[in-house]
């Protein structure tokens, strides 16, 4: 089979799952295979029809697709064809003929030809190995894209009870599993599911505001590729289409409002890489096998993960790292709950608000966000942190402090009320509702002014996402502090967290912010205050905090230079220069600092950095995890087959074995690492490019170099580094 996958696909590995699938289906077993888009489904059934001796009928529901896996075989050298309507009888015949002589391995056709009886008649006149129901969930009424003409497959079954059935598909709950194997009459199938992660793809969220601008420069990076964008009104669509195309990019809309001649055009047009950006709505994607779409972006959030998980999941089938992106803000909350409130029945009403609470928090999440795409989907995260989700990737700041604070005042307010009334009272509003319940006399009371509301709310989801802070499922979530958080206070635990966009904007303050000499600071702070009661008016009207602290920085100790401090002006030059001078003077002589000299500044703002894990954390927080893996590497198999059998994505595997190499546990890893030929580019890359980061190197390598390969090689030019 191995040889094969080489000959025909130009394959060497088979991807997680594969390998067992085409043995099952080889051993004539039934086999439900679900697997996110992407994960090489086809293949599945594909590399088998070369295997049986006769024909492997395809059934998939659109003929689009259809026609372009056929010519995607032929290209490939695989003898297959399809039936369809809109092929002409002369060349429907000619297809049938060759499939009765054996020329063909593959037929694919849609699910309404099986009821025909002159179909029925043909099929029993053919040699047929095994039935393959692409899009299998298309069979159950549970499922999202039922498709009535996918229950003729039941006759199917019962003209050829004996060929084995492989039903694929990417998004199946148990319920419609269940139904599909019912649906089908498969015989103690087997089934494998695979991991629902797609780790080439990287997550992240934008607020709204700025968004169009956010998108442009994120299709700016990826210009010349593909992309979708995802809207919630044709009009959208159409507007959002035109400027794109203003500002370069050729770019279409796609969606209902079109008409099915447009609508196709614009789709070839994509598919054929003749535009790179379409703009469309919900209608979009089905039957889009495009492998090397490299950003879905919603610009209008979705309603649900559901929706969420398979529109992202249309980017970088391929494997190929892409980008899924999608914009939020509260308006994209309220126009989901104006249609929510539009539905008739309670129960629908009910599922869609819970599917739209899921979706809300996954953007406003301080936590990875495949780990909350997968627990969404039931499935536990390998790893709490991804590397490659806008919050794993983000830089970290010491939030213990802040989260003190945060917490101190959730409990202080009752544990009672929700993000909003606490960050109020955190910056210290005097609004009403703060007012009525006497918050603005609890010690909290605007402990945080230097943090901005919004901010706050930012890392309040952020501590809810870290098991700190729970929120309550109620129509107005109220804000409590969890045992793990209780801990945190009395330990006086440390936490790191993401620096969110919010947060970012105050750290970039600070930052910005003119270090300056806090003696004399003070000094000043003190004339500033007498001077302003000696005038009976408040001290910021003598001088605001920012010129003081720029003198505090400058040392300002001529008229001329004081002139040049920000706040200064002629008048209160006149009035205050003489106090403010000479106390300057006053401090600055004896140190011998120079008229102007700006400060040096030993103990500048703090950069914000990368949360370090130590080595040992590390371990423990994947522990047994990698100890399994281990145990595989120990019996030397293959990467792929390790990663096959654990069921983990190749990151997650080449990140244990790193771990392993770099501990000095795993000393025998040679066979892992890539050929000695790549090894000399990728290390050469490393040399000029730094190891902190592997994406840099990966794209100086033209992405021909996978992660995982990179990972094995950075282990080993570390321990080796060590060892010299
Ligand atoms: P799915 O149907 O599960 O969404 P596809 O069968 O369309 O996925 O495969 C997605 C992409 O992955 C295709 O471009 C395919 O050529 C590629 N692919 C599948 N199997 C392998 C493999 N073993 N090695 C490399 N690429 C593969
Ligand atoms: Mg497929």
Known sequence: MIELLKRYFGYDEFRPLQSEIVDAVMDGSDTLVVMPTGGGKSLCYQLPALGLPGITLVVSPLIALMKDQVDALKANGVPAECLNSGMSGEEQSRVQIKTRR??????????????????????????????AVDEAHCISQWGHEFRPDYRNLRQLRHITPETPVIALTATATQRVRDDIVAQLDMKSPSVYTGSINRPNLRYAVFPNTG????????LRRRQGSSAIVYRGSQKGCDELAADLTEEGFKSLPYHAGLGSEIRQRNQDRFVRDQVDVIVATVAFGMGIDKPDIRLVAHYDMPGSIERYYQESGRAGRDGLSSDCIVFYGAQDREREMFFIGRMESDLERESAQSKLDAMVSYCQTGACRRAALLRYFGEEPSEESCDSCDVCEAETFDATIISQKILSAVIRTGERFGATHVSQVLTGRRVKSVVERGHDSLSVFGIADDYTAKSLREIMATLVGRGL???????????????????????RENIELPVLESTKRVLRDSKAELDYDNDLFQKLRELRTRLASERGVPPYVVFGDVSLREMAHYYPQSEASLLKINGVGRVKLNDFGDEFLATIRDYAEPKSIPD???????????????SQNGNSSRKSRMGSSIEKTHDLLREGLPFQEVVNRRGLADSTISSHIEWLIESGDLKDYERYLPAESDLKRITHAFDTLGDERLRPVHEALDGEVAYWKLRLARAHRRKRKVAQ
Request: proline share 8%.
């Open 211 to 218: 968004k169009y601008d956010t998108l442009v420069e994120r």
């Open 469 to 491: 802070l729970a929120r309550s499922d109620s129509q107005y979530p109220t804000l409590s502090v969890t045992p793990q958080g209780r801990r945190f206070l009395k330990e």
């Open 102 to 131: 054996g020329e063909l391995k593959l037929l694919y056709v849609a699910p309404e030809r099986i009821a025909r009886p002159g179909f029925q008649r043909f099929l029993e006149s053919i040699e047929l190995s095994l039935i």
């Open 596 to 610: 102007g000299a700006a400060m040096a500044s030993p103990n500048a703002a703090k950069e914000p950095r990368r």
